[in-house]
Structures are given as C-alpha cells and as structure tokens.
C-alpha cells in the first residue's frame, strides 16, 4: 500500500510539471500577434486544464502523503481504528478527483469548438462566452466535491449548499452547448467523419450532463446513489463525451501528423458504430439504476436480463466501433493517399505548415494578423505574413 502510495505521489508531480509547462507556454510563447483573443478555443481549454492539474493534484498527494504516514506511523488521521475520520479521506479525495474529471473533458470541449467551427464554415458563436466557460468550468469544478457525499452523513446545509453548486457548474457547460448549437444554424456543414463525432459529443454529453442535474438533486441522488445510474452518468460523460471528442480530434489532426488521409467511408462508417454501440451499452443501465441495480455486483435479478443483454450486445459493437479506426488509421500510414497542408481548408497556425510538420515548424516566425476562425478572409489563413 505504503509503496503504491509512494508511486502515485511521484507520478503526481507529472501532472502538475505538464500543467505549469502549459500556463507558461500559453503566456509566453504566443507567436507574434496571437493575443489572447486570438487564440484557438482549444488552447483556452488546456489553459483551464493546465489550472485544475496545478491547483488539484497537489491536494490528492498530500492525502497519499498521509496515508503513508497513517500506515507507517499509526497515527490516526483516516482509520477510525487509530482515532481518524474516514469521511475526512473522502473529502479530499473528492476535491481532487472531481475536478480530474474536468481535466479529461475541457481538451475534448477545445476539440469540440474547433470541429464545429470548422465543418460549419463560420466562427464560433460567442467566443468569449466559450473561453471563459472552459475558466469557469475550472473554477466550479473545485467547488462541488460533495455532490458525491449525499448519503455519507454530511450535514444536510451542506449537502443543499453542492446541491446549488452542482447546478451552478453546469451553467458553463451549457454555454458551450448553446454556443455549438448556434454555431451550427445556418453554418454550411459538411459531415466529415471528424464532424460526426463532434456532433455524437454535443448530443452524448448533453445527455451525460442533464443526467448530472438529477444526481444533484439531494431526493434523486438518495435512491439512485450507487446503482447503475452512475455508471451511466459517467460514461456518457467520460465515453459519450471525451472519447468521442478525442476520435474526432484523431481524425481531424490525423492528415496533419501522419501526412496521410484515411479512408472517409469507413471514418464516417466507424464514427456511426460507436454512436449506435454507445447507447445501446450505456442507456439501458439509465433505466436499471433508476429501477434499483446497484453497481459492483457480480450477480441481478431475473428481471434486470434484457437490459443487461442489451447492455452487453452495445458493448460487442462498441468494440468493433473502436477496432475500425485503430485499423484504417494504421493502414493509412503506409497506403494512405497523401495528405495536404490544409486538407479540411481550417483556420490556425498548425494548418500553414507542411504535412506532417518539419521539426521548427516554420522557417520563419509568423505573424498573427487575423482573428480567431476568421473563414471569411481565407487569404489571410492561406498566406500569412512573416518576420
């Protein structure tokens, strides 16, 4: 234990190293011109990112900290045995671990707003409301740790008090919703497969995120705490939502990194298997948590098999649904047709270099005389000024 302890603590000064490395490159590298403003949706998320892994990782290193010494010492810290709180360890390791959850879904909610504005040829709606949501988000999300104590004896003041706080944090998240959603009115769209999973993200997370409200809610969160529920909350969160997003930014990136294209029929054939294997896994546990399932049995009730063979038969095409990608993407390297330096005709500095880039980046520092997704003056993405 003491040693696993020890493990995680190392490992979490990774965190916090990746996170300061990205708020001092986002301050100070910024290429001439790149104001804040300026700057693509994606990097305000992994600026919000980088602020949760610096302020939260600490917290959760402390708490092994003291495991370590609670097992070593005997001092009584969190074994009620010795004299500790166990409640007390939950805390802490809520305040961590509720945020973490954010460090996973900002950089898909950047990928997302890049995705949108990009297939829908416009800019993103509301850009400033977007960049600071993702801040928001980061900052609330610190907030709300006891939204998982409902039913541990917490005081019923504080539970009404992460009760608000949990509706309050999903405020932000739906700004960036809306925001999408507009973006999308009247955009000419086209449904490339990296749109198609921006789209499944919109619709999966939006899904995860109301959910959410029900689990904030002190009477829902009462019956329905440890059951299968949860589990589907989350994965519509973490699933539905960041590894949809990421497989997006896959492929939206992919000609860029590998210099190849991939085969778009199976792209947009793989992103409707995981859309179609997603819910048919993740949405019949909705109604088996709501019913009573607890999660962390290995054995249910008669009653509960249909839902659970649906389950388990969403689960068998999900696989295929992640298989798909891992395939082509791989044959793409090597017969892939070669890809050019803007094959998706996008904004950002990474679509003016050669595919795959040369190690510099550019010969030439460039300078940023445009605004952020600016697709009606496409001369300026095409031929950027130098200095």
């Known amino acids: 234990m003491i040693a696993t302890a020890v493990g995680i603590f190392i490992t979490g000064f990774s965190s916090i190293l990746t996170g300061l490395n990205f708020i001092v490159t986002i ?3 910024r290429a001439p ?41 005997g001092i009584g810290i969190f074994d009620p045995r010795l004299g ?29 707003s890049e ?17 600071f949501a993702s801040l928001a988000i980061a900052v609330l999300g610190f907030l709300v740790w006891g939204h998982h104590m409902f039913v541990s004896g917490q005081s019923p003041y504080a539970g009404m008090i992460f009760s608000l706080l949990s509706f309050m944090v999903a405020i932000p998240s739906a700004v960036k919703v809306f925001n999408w959603t507009a973006t999308l009115y009247k955009g000419s769209i086209s449904y490339d497969a990296p749109m198609l999973y921006a789209l499944g993200f919109i619709g999966l997370f939006t899904m995860g995120g109301l959910t959410g409200l029900f689990l904030a809610t002190l009477a829902v969160d009462v019956h329905v705490t440890d059951t299968y529920f949860v589990v589907a909350h989350f994965h519509y969160i973490m699933v539905g939502g960041m590894v949809m997003a990421y497989l997006g930014g896959i492929h939206f990136w992919w000609p860029k990194i590998s210099g190849r294209l991939y085969p778009e029929g199976w792209a ?15 949405f019949p546990q909705f109604v088996l948590g709501y019913l009573g399932m607890p999660r962390r049995y290995h054995a249910y009730p008669p009653e509960f098999q249909v839902l659970n063979v649906m389950s388990t038969a969403g689960a068998s095409i999900l ?15 090597r017969y892939g047709k070669r890809a050019s330096d803007n094959p998706w005709d996008a904004t950002g500095l990474e679509w003016q270099t050669p595919s795959p880039p040369p190690t510099e980046n550019f010969e030439e520092t460039p300078v940023v005389t445009w605004e952020a997704y600016d697709y009606g003056s496409k001369e300026k993405v095409k031929e950027p000024q130098v200095a």
């Open 268 to 282: 947009r054939f793989a992103a409707l298997v995981v859309f179609v294997g997603f819910n048919l896994t993740f």
């Open 115 to 131: 995705l949108v504005t990009c297939f829908s040829r416009k800019r993103i709606f509301g850009y400033y409301f977007v960049a």
């Open 84 to 112: 500790g709180d166990p409640l007390l360890f939950q805390h802490l390791f809520w305040f961590y671990s509720h945020p973490a959850v954010y460090i996973m879904i900002l950089p898909g909610m950047g990928v997302v």
């Open 33 to 73: 011109g790149l104001t804040w403003f300026r700057l693509p949706l994606f990097i305000w998320s992994n600026y919000a990112t980088a602020l949760i892994m610096v302020l939260g990782t600490p917290v959760i290193a402390i708490t092994l900290l003291l495991v370590g010494i609670e097992r070593a010492f």
């Open 27 to 29: 301050h100070k590298m």
């Open 319 to 333: 696989a295929v649904g992640y298989v798909l990608p891992m395939a082509y993407l791989i044959w793409s390297i």
